[in-house]
């Protein structure tokens, strides 16, 4: 029989759902960081108790993307003083224009705010840079200039 006359199912036609992809590379952290993931794994927790259906299944996979993120998690260590690295706010002037930015984990990024994933370019441009420093960028000799490094103070990190 013609598999076009044979239909026993919506499910069986479905494109396949894969996991959520995961960053490439060590899963580092800020402390910060470390409890948004955290609470992130608890509030889909809640929303899985609290669901019904077919909305179960998307929140599973997201919260098994979470526990991943959660158990492979390390609080990276202190960059040496005056040193950027990984909890790091860094203050530069680049085209002109002064901006200061937090280095942290790929999980706690969020560029609107500026904080800054370390993989991203402008953050690896400025890992263990110090300030005063000149730093070639997006094929610009010099283009960065590093005028403050300091650890991401208490409250924003």
């Known amino acids: 029989m013609s598999v076009a006359f044979r239909r026993e199912s919506d ?10 992809p995961l960053p490439p590379g060590p899963n580092l952290v800020t402390a910060r960081g470390r409890l948004l993931i ?20 998307p929140l599973r996979r997201e919260h098994r993307y979470w526990v991943t ?16 690295g990984i909890g ?14 937090d280095i942290v984990g790929a999980d706690e990024a969020d560029p609107a705010t500026d904080r800054i994933g370390f993989a991203a ?8 840079a110090i ?3 000149h730093l070639d960028f997006n094929g610009k000799p010099e283009a960065i200039e590093v005028i403050a490094v300091s650890p991401i103070p208490e409250e924003h990190s």
């Open 131 to 133: 300030a005063g420093e």
């Open 88 to 101: 790091s706010r860094v203050c530069i002037r680049l085209a002109g224009r002064e901006r200061t930015i």
């Open 69 to 84: 993120r959660m158990t492979t998690a390390e609080i990276a260590p202190p960059p040496a003083e005056g040193e950027a």
């Open 121 to 128: 370019p402008l953050a690896n441009a400025l890992l263990g």
């Open 11 to 20: 499910d069986e036609h479905k494109e396949p759902r894969f996991e959520l």
């Open 38 to 57: 955290e609470a992130k794994v608890a509030e889909l927790e809640a929303a899985i108790a609290a669901a019904e259906g077919e909305a179960v299944e």
